[in-house]
């Protein structure tokens, strides 16, 4: 009878250890993939602000395009159907270059982002086919 006893709560104990470690297993699967798509759509938004490089690209040009033409102090022209923004205060030459400034900069920085979120989704996909795994392992144990 005792030998009966012992492997019966020997079993349960089995199952609820495994249970347990599936259990944190899941947890940190799924704190691992919340991180993993807080840095996707991290990356996907500089991805999306990179079109904004454009447009201090053509501002810029169009600064220098047009500089005969601007005023000391002038706040705002029209080119194109699209106002550019300047500030009072500074040349328009200054506006200019420091919109190329900002256009070199940004550039640089994205260069490398279209392959880290083809990691990001190599990662999540992985962690999906895990996590799928984890809970089939519990189905067959139970």
Do not use: N
């Not at 899941?26 to 807080?38: G, H, K, V």
């Not at 996707?40 to 500089?46: F, S, T, V």
């Not at 979120?117 to 190599?122: G, K, M, N």
């Amino acid at each position: 009878m005792s030998t009966a006893l012992e492997a019966f709560y020997r079993e349960r104990e089995e199952v609820t250890s495994h249970s347990q470690r599936r259990e944190a297993l899941q947890q940190q699967l799924s704190a691992a993939r919340e991180r993993l798509q807080r840095q996707h759509d991290q990356i996907q938004g500089e991805l999306d602000r990179a079109q904004e490089l454009e447009r201090l690209r053509w501002e810029g040009e169009m600064i220098f395009a047009f500089l005969h033409e601007l005023q000391p102090g002038q706040s705002q022209f029209l080119v194109e159907g699209q106002t550019i923004q300047l500030d009072p205060q500074q040349r328009p030459v200054d506006a200019a270059q420091e919109r190329f400034k900002a256009y070199d900069k940004a550039k640089s920085a994205i260069e490398g982002l279209p392959e880290r979120l083809r990691q990001c989704d190599v990662q999540l996909t992985g962690l999906a086919q895990f996590s799928a795994l984890v809970a089939m392992a519990d189905a067959t144990t139970s």
